[in-house]
């Protein structure tokens, strides 16, 4: 079964910094996509960004750009110049085929000011 | 990206009582929704996969008789909680699958406060 792991509990930086949070996921397919979700306090999951697997460039979203790293399994979610309103729990999902999604454990992001 | 409505968005009912949660994908069709509990601090906990036009996919340990899905029309489904307790008191969110050529991608609804008495 394919797992993914979010091994930042909690992170915190200060506004206008860059910060980086990990995810590392188990699959022996070749062929999947990898999300990164944010849940502000109001609790609306929001999508943040999407890869294909199959597609050797790294996604980005306006500040939101991601290190997909296939062979490591590893897809970390980079946020350039953090914005107060970045501050949120941010889960990572594995989606394969017709199957449910896969969610990490999530990391609580604060932006302090 | 694609909107999925859900409501209510709060709903305090008497123990015992039902509660009907209403998803609604707004600008694409969804064969496939999905209902999720979480609860405080904790990841999403899928608890089934709704197929319109099908019966839903109860993922194990969830009781499909007290959580009854219904999934009548591609940007429809509904779960109804019956003979609610205090302890089916949790935060329940529903996405819907936009599986068109191009994309796979799950999109949520604001989700549903559900408090039992």
């Known amino acids: 079964a394919q797992t993914v792991t979010q091994s930042q509990p909690e992170m915190s930086v200060q506004e206008a910094e860059t910060v980086t949070l990990s995810c590392t996921y188990d699959?022996?397919?070749?062929?999947?996509?990898l999300f990164w979700y944010k849940q502000p306090p109001s609790r609306q999951m929001i999508l943040v960004i999407r890869q294909e697997a199959y597609k050797q460039q790294n996604a980005t979203e306006n500040r939101f750009s991601v290190n997909f790293q296939k062979a490591a399994k590893s897809f970390s979610l980079k946020i350039s110049d953090s914005q107060l309103g970045d501050t949120a729990m941010y889960f990572c999902a594995f989606l394969q085929g017709a199957q449910k999604l896969v969610f990490g454990q999530g990391t609580r992001l604060t932006i302090n000011p | 990206g694609a909107v999925v409505s859900q409501h209510p968005s709060r709903v305090i009912c008497k123990s015992g009582t039902s509660v009907k949660i209403e998803c609604r994908s707004l600008?694409?069709?969804?064969?496939?929704m999905f209902w999720y509990r979480q609860f405080p601090k904790q990841s999403l906990m899928l608890m089934a996969t709704?197929?319109?036009?099908?019966?839903?996919?109860?993922e194990q340990g969830v009781e499909k008789d007290k959580f009854l899905i219904n999934h009548a029309s591609l940007t429809l489904s509904t779960l109804t909680v019956t003979s609610a307790h205090p302890e089916d008191s949790s935060f329940y969110i529903c996405?819907?699958?936009?599986?068109?050529?191009?994309?796979?991608?799950?999109?949520f609804g604001p989700g549903t406060r559900l408090t039992v008495l």
């Open positions: 996405s819907a699958r936009d599986s068109g050529r191009y994309t796979d991608t799950q999109y």
């Open positions: 699959t022996s397919e070749s062929n999947y996509y």
């Open positions: 600008d694409f069709q969804a064969t496939t």
């Open positions: 709704s197929n319109e036009g099908s019966k839903a996919t109860y």
